[in-house]
T-cell receptor, first 118, second 115 residues
Framework: AQTVTQSQPEMSVQEAETVTLSCTYD???????LFWYKQPPSRQMILVIR??????QNATENRFSVNFQKAAKSFSLKISDSQLGDAAMYFC???????????????FGKGTLLTVNP | NAGVTQTPKFRVLKTGQSMTLLCAQD?????MYWYRQDPGMGLRLIHY???????AKGEVPDGYNVSRLKKQNFLLGLESAAPSQTSVYFC??????????????FGPGTRLTVL
């Protein structure tokens, strides 16, 4: 079974600076999807960015980018020019592409709580 | 487009009481999911459905039942609530798996407390 590990329970960053959140995963599959979700105090789960494993180019969405290292099974999230509204819990998630298995299911890490200091 | 909605948003139950959480989606999605979120545990899948009339167990199904009588609705039932079921419950939906990424869209959550 796949597992997702977020080794930083909490992180903090100064407004306007850059922060990187770590995520590693364990899988025997060669193709899959990876996601970062943001959960602000409102509780709403918001998709931040996504990456398909066979795509070597790192995904970017405005101030959010990932560093996808497939061999190392690492999928870190970089937030540039941090804003107060970025303060939230961030979850890394994995989805299999295996058509015969659990490709419906998201496996989540335990989350990293990001604080943005003014 | 309301997306995914959940009712109620908050609920307090006594041990042994029963209740049903309702999830509705207006995106014509095939797949629907129920997760629970506990502090330090991330989200864990309770049950899911791959289409109208079908349901299946996830990681933590014990103590819960589900039904999907209509494509747009997915109900989560607690027959005899226990304090261990105190949690925040999220519903999610997604389209066909063949679609790229098959992104899951989440509802706003239901905070349930069992005394």
């Amino acid at each position: 079974a796949q597992t997702v590990t977020q080794s930083q329970p909490e992180m903090s960053v100064q407004e306007a600076e850059t922060v990187t959140l770590s995520c590693t995963y364990d899988t025997s599959e060669s193709d899959y999807y990876l996601f970062w979700y943001k959960q602000p105090p409102s509780r709403q789960m918001i998709l931040v960015i996504r990456q398909e494993a066979y795509k070597q180019q790192n995904a970017t969405e405005n101030r959010f980018s990932v560093n996808f290292q497939k061999a190392a099974k690492s999928f870190s999230l970089k937030i540039s020019d941090s804003q107060l509204g970025d303060a939230a819990m961030y979850f890394c998630a994995y989805r299999s592409k295996d058509s015969g298995g659990s490709n419906y299911k998201l496996t989540f890490g335990k989350g990293t709580l990001l604080t943005v200091n003014p | 487009n309301a997306g995914v909605t959940q009712t109620p948003k908050f609920r307090v139950l006594k041990t042994g009481q029963s209740m049903t959480l309702l999830c509705a989606q207006d995106m014509n999605h095939e797949y629907m999911y129920w997760y629970r979120q506990d502090p330090g545990m991330g989200l864990r899948l309770i049950h899911y459905s791959v289409g109208e009339g079908t349901t299946a167990k996830g990681e933590v199904p014990d103590g819960y039942n589900v039904s999907r009588l209509k494509k747009q609705n997915f109900l989560l039932g607690l027959e005899s609530a226990a304090p261990s079921q105190t949690s925040v419950y999220f519903c999610a939906s997604s389209g066909r798996l063949q679609s790229s990424y098959n992104e899951q869209f989440f509802g706003p959550g239901t905070r349930l407390t069992v005394l």
